[in-house]
Structures are given as structure tokens and as C-alpha cells.
Antibody, heavy 123, light 107 residues
Framework: QVQLMESGGGVVQPGGSLRLSCAAS????????MHWVRQAPGKGLEWLAF????????YYADSVKGRFTISRDNSKNTLYLQMNSLRAEDTAVYHC????????????????WGQGTLVTVSS | EIVLTQSPATLSLSPGERATLSCRAS??????LAWYQQKPGQAPRLLIY???NRATGIPARFSGSGSGTDFTLTISSLEPEDFAVYYC?????????FGQGTRLEIK
């Protein structure tokens, strides 16, 4: 079955960096675009970033553009999110999510989600 | 950016009642809209995609309708496990955006 497992969260000071990982299994990872979505404590969902299946095109939310970088290693079935210049408002649970549909499709709904990893930005 | 506005913010109903949740887009998104359910401590679950198609394994009591800018999620007869927060999401244009959510609570 499809599994997505995030890791790499923790407590970091403002201005610091973290790299999140999302280990995928149960599907052909190299065939699907992948996203990062976050949820601040008690708040709604915020889409952050997308990378195509072939490690090609990327898209970012304005709130993280220039600070966060999405990447993937299809040989390791792993998605990454490099987060730099972190701010207090980046405190959230970070989820990776798989695009909906068949291999190669880019239907940007999210049919599988990881449970998330908590990032806390605080001094 | 396409803004999605959900209403009401909170809906209080009893099991067995019908729930109607609304999502309005600031621009035409055609049918490029999904609905998700989220329970406390869990990741969201895809319920409806392309405005009216149920995702795999979603019970028939969940239905979606609408196109353009106005969308509705209907739960025909509420089960105890349906009380949760519901989000709409559009994929018509970057950036992908979510509504702020509707909390469905037990009356």
C-alpha cells in the first residue's frame, strides 16, 4: 500500500535551516509529481511546493519562494524540502502528498498524504 | 491567486441530518476543485475530485456539485464519523489554494 513518511522536523531558531525528507513506498515514485503542504497549529492547509515526476518543473507558494527548495531523488524514492531563513510563521506540521491519478498524470489533487513532521521555529 | 471562501465556518448538525457545505472561488476554476476531510491528528483525506467525482472508497452519502465559481459538498445523512473539518482546494491555476475550512460539529 502507498506510504509516505516525513522526517527531519524539529526546533530551529529564526534564520536557521532544516531539510525535510519524505520516504515513499508502495507505488512507482518516479511516475508521480509530489507536493509539500503545511498546516500551522490550529490553522488550515497551505500548499507550498510541487515537483514533477521527472525532477523537472517546480512551483512554489509566494510565502516560501526564494527560501524553500523542493527536490527529489527518484533512485531513493525520496522527496525533500530544504528550508532556509526560517521564520516564526513557518511553524507548522509539514506534509508530503502524492498527486492523484495514473502514472505520468499531473492531476494536482492529493490522494495520499504523510502524517507530517512538526517544524517549530523559536528562539 | 485564486481565493476560495468556504461557508459556513462552523456547521452544527445531528447524526442523520443532511449537511451542505459551500466553497466559492474568486475566479472561474471550471470543475478543477476537490474536497477533503480532516479529523484531529490525521492527514486530510481526498473525498471528491473534479467537483463531483467521489474518490476511491468514499461512501455514496458524500456528493459534490458545482462548476465555475460555486461549489457544494453534500453529506446526505450524517454518520458519527463524518464530524470533522472539510476543505476545498483548486488546481486550476498556480498557486494551488485551499479554502479556510468548515468545521462540522455535533449539535
Amino acid at each position: 500500500q502507498v506510504q509516505l513518511m516525513e522526517s527531519g522536523g524539529g526546533v530551529v531558531q529564526p534564520g536557521g535551516s532544516l531539510r525535510l525528507s519524505c520516504a515513499a513506498s508502495g507505488f512507482t515514485f518516479s511516475g508521480y509529481g509530489m507536493h509539500w503542504v503545511r498546516q500551522a497549529p490550529g490553522k488550515g492547509l497551505e500548499w507550498l511546493a510541487f515537483m514533477r515526476s521527472d525532477e523537472g518543473n517546480t512551483y512554489y507558494a509566494d510565502s516560501v519562494k526564494g527560501r524553500f527548495t523542493i527536490s527529489r531523488d527518484n533512485s531513493k524514492n525520496t522527496l525533500y524540502l530544504q528550508m532556509n531563513s526560517l521564520r516564526a510563521e513557518d511553524t507548522a506540521v509539514y506534509h508530503c502528498a502524492k498527486v492523484y491519478g495514473s502514472v505520468g498524470a499531473t492531476i494536482n489533487y492529493f490522494d495520499y498524504w504523510g502524517q507530517g513532521t512538526l517544524v517549530t521555529v523559536s528562539s | 491567486e485564486i481565493v476560495l471562501t468556504q461557508s459556513p465556518a462552523t456547521l452544527s448538525l445531528s447524526p442523520g441530518e443532511r449537511a451542505t457545505l459551500s466553497c466559492r472561488a474568486s475566479q472561474n476554476v471550471n470543475s478543477n476543485l476537490a474536497w477533503y476531510q480532516q479529523k484531529p491528528g490525521q492527514a486530510p483525506r481526498l473525498l471528491i475530485y473534479d467537483a463531483s467525482n467521489r474518490a476511491t472508497g468514499i461512501p455514496a452519502r458524500f456528493s459534490g456539485s458545482g462548476s465555475g465559481t460555486d461549489f457544494t459538498l453534500t453529506i446526505s445523512s450524517l454518520e458519527p464519523e463524518d464530524f470533522a473539518v472539510y476543505y476545498c482546494q483548486q488546481r486550476k491555476a498556480w498557486p494551488i489554494t485551499f479554502g479556510q475550512g468548515t468545521r462540522l460539529e455535533i449539535k
